[in-house]
């Protein structure tokens, strides 16, 4: 390697700009909910943790902000169903892909993958299009009011699901691949069953795999607006409460509060996938 | 004499590939036997029928006299050491080893007693708590050998478990695995492309081409009596020239090779037809007389053959070592050389006399085409 | 009686894809296909027909708009990937193997955030009440507050931000596989800098270079908050006039016309970009 200091040191340079470009925004973020003023913007107030805690209007906390926790907590109803649905159909999509034998199945797995790169505004709109469609005839047809069809939660779901699942079943196929064949083979030999095989072997060894994904799709799903805007409902997850907070009453150190607060929650759960990824790689 | 395990007329098809081609034969109880054959000759096949993984295409395998086709692999009593042990990586020794036994539903207080016991067995009784990823490679040979002996089998099917090994533990795992089979005294069947291993270790080896047993037999026999080409060839090394029958049939039969040096050997694998016949010759180096060139080369007389020829170069190694010889119409023949008795000096250029038994060089019918 | 349980888990295995793919992926693109060609007479009326098309062919606005979008994100892919492929490379193969992991989890840091949390960041920065514009009369570059935001500089700017991680993570898996003897091999036989690169670097880099520019440019094209947030009133990217069809005119039939153009010009590109670079998607994007 030719080793040019100036070269070195620019390339450094250039490196160091590149994290503050990607941590400027989160920190600007961040760092307004701490700020004593009723508009996230400089001159710094002094420290306060009112946005998070404080009770009374005008500088009502995110923990007493009624609309906004009703959010968060739709918002994880939300995350928990497609992180559920999106692992197991991940789990059975990867053992189709992996020891399944079929024809098309090159085609089928590049299917498998389109969802990720298909826009989410338009995976959003089809998915309200189909819905209403069916759930107008069947009010033709027949009466029936079948509101889960209808702009809600079970939409945002089923939408958010729809790529969730791509993600969910490439981090599990990857694993699933790495898995020896010998080894179920030798627990076969060694007089097991095949559900024993499946509970004392197979899962066991995706297991990090599985804890990955299931932590990946629970984030995305926290964090999708695009897709979500387009069949929501009433009840409005964390995301679209906080971009109508930003529409209509424009930018106020709670939303920076809440962002904080998502940031640390993601971290965490950062740190939970890194921990589940490093006891995967020691064994 | 009873038969731990019976093979008759084993076939496996993959398509239109034959994989194993008519295999038969018998293990008697508790002996040590390999099957020895290049990779991709179907001794792998032929291990994963007998432990369940594949069906046969035809023939039939027993166990203790019973046939076990219709058994799932989960049923037989047949355990097996894989190539890469197939230890599992999520639990630790003793719950790899007790593995078996919860299968078959043993209680706990004896499933601690066993596993105890099998460690004893295999020397490692401290490592019960030890995470596989902790064991040294030896070590988890020893705890591959111990969870299927655990279970007490009737046939121990080991799949060239030494291969990943490097050569100095390969060694002297060799020494330990024929231990461990008299210590247990079950039957093994080892699989390997190693003849080094399976010469050492085995009561019987059966030398496996092409789907195909060529031979089977004693360590001895193979080595001083193969009983064709391709045994002659893969079993120990072997000067190998491929040449013509001058004159003769059985027995003692005069030939040439294509190289143009003329020698005596002995019809070996059923008589050769005659004169003009295309064969093969094998002489091995240690049969080979080397001794520094005196006066007129000698002529063939007393049973042996003689040529004479210049050192090409030395091949030092050790108590192995080879002198290859340029003969006078530039062959090349290699021989053993020992390092006591006068020859310890030769240089490349000194010119010496060869000489080797007829009966040690196999005459074989080559293969038509 | 083994071939029948083979069978039986298979279609078993089967069934969910087929139910996600079928029902969540195919009917719905197929029926907003269809709805596209629906063109509304009266109330509960319908014909068939290119209509919407050529509603969309007739009218400046619209298919500026898309042009708009396309040149912008392939703007925002060229971007990315000149920003993005010197820190994969620094990442992958001049940083040490501790540091290593952790630049590559700052990497993904912005991942963990949502890109409406991240644009509202962009916003508190850039605003003419912000903290650049501030800084910038602190030190006394600018005499009176600027506005920074509502350009198309700026939009260009937070879609590469938002879109960056997906083209370096594909970018370090693939210069991760690389041998650096290939590198040094490549120096040892006289060539410069430059030749390394362009010769042995960028040609082996290539499955990730095009996996990331495809996921990259299909993302930016797609995106729909930060184009509106960062661009405000006049950023005129499409997918805010899918919105604006389906849900401010309630006029399904357009949008479901406009979604599907987004949907065939985006894939267009990207097969374009596929033919160029001599690539297929199975062996770009569904590699990793």
Known sequence: MIKNPVFTLAYRCYILAFFLFLAAPLAAAGMFAFNDSLFPALPWQGFTLDWFFNDTEPKLGMFHDRRLLRGLYYSFIIASCVSLMSVFVGTCNAFLFTRGQFPGKGVLYILMVVPLVIPGVILGISILVLASTIANGVEEAY??????????????????????????????TARLQKLDFSLEEAAFNLGAKRLRVLRTITLPFLKPALIASG??????????????????GSEAPLTVTMFDRMVKVGSTPVLNAVSFFLMIGSGILALAMVFAQRNSKSE | MEYDLTCESVCKKFGEFTAVDDVSFQIPSGSFFSILGPS??????????????ESTTSGDIKIKGNSVLSLPPNKRNVKMVFQHLALFPMMNVFENIAYGLRCQGVGKEEIKRKVQDVLERVSLPDVGSKEISQLSGGQKQRIAIARCMVLDPDVLLLDEPLGALDLKLRESMKIELKLLQHQFNTTFIYITHDQSEALVMSDNVAVMNQGRFEQIGTPQALYHKPASAFVAGFVGDANRWSGRVVEGADGAVKVQTDGGLSLVGTAAGGSLSGSGTDVEIFVRPEFITVARAKGDAPAQVNGQNH?????????FNGANSRVLVRSTNNQLIEADFLLTGGTDDLKPGDAVDLSWSIERSACFQAARG | MDKDIKRLSLILLMAPFALWILLLIIIPHVGIFLLSLREKISYKEFTYGLGNYIEFLNEPIYWNTLLRTGSMSLLVTILALLIGF????????VARKKSKGALFLLCLLPLWVSELIRTFGWILLLRE??????????????????????NDVTVIMGLVYTVMLFMIVPLVSTLDGMDDAMVEAGYNLGGSGFTVLRRIIIPYAMPGIVAGSIVVFMLAAGSYLTPILLGGKNSSWFTEQIYDQFITRYNWESGAAFGFLLLAFTSIVVWLGLRLTGQSLATTVAKD
């Open chain 3, 129 to 150: 009440t912000g903290v650049v514009s501030g800084f910038l009369q602190t030190i006394g570059i600018i005499d009176q507050p600027v506005e920074f935001l509502y």
């Open chain 1, 215 to 232: 932590l990946v799709a629970f984030l995305v799903s926290f964090e999708n607006f695009n897709t979500t805007l387009m069949v929501v």
């Open chain 1, 143 to 172: 009466g029936w009011e079948w509101d889960f069809l209808r702009p809600g939660l079970p939409l945002v779901v089923l939408g958010q699901f729809s790529f969730v699942t791509t993600i969910t079943s490439l981090v599990i």
């Open chain 2, 40 to 53: 991709g000759c179907g001794k792998t096949t032929l291990m994963r029928m007998i432990a369940g993984f």
């Open chain 3, 86 to 93: 010197p820190v994969a490379y620094y990442i992958a193969k």
């Open chain 2, 307 to 315: 040529q004479r020829g210049v050192v090409d170069s030395l091949l």
